[in-house]
């Protein structure tokens, strides 16, 4: 229960900080008009924007685990994995 409780807390964020880079980076930046190596890349405008969402949303869930981790105090770290042994 804990670790769905921990999971949605990097999730949640992570997922609307995506929509909102989503909209923010596509109201300036047309789809078809991106290049790779100087050539065309090729793909519809909706693969360009699911791609881009899920590429913005595992950035942002990083950075998420990243604050997780980071406020977590000694103790939790510490005896992270003393559950699971011990069932």
Do not use: K
Request: hydrophobic share 60%.
């Amino acid at each position: 229960m804990m670790l769905a409780h921990r999971m949605l807390r990097i999730i949640w964020p992570a997922f609307l900080a995506a929509c909102l880079l989503e909209l923010m980076v596509f109201a300036f930046v047309d789809p078809m008009e991106l290049q790779w190596a100087d050539a065309a890349l090729g793909w519809s405008r909706q693969a360009v924007y699911t791609s881009a969402f899920f590429a913005f949303w595992a950035v942002s869930a990083g950075a998420c685990f990243l604050a997780t981790l980071l406020r977590s105090t000694p103790g939790e770290i510490n005896t992270a994995g003393e559950g699971r042994l011990a069932s």
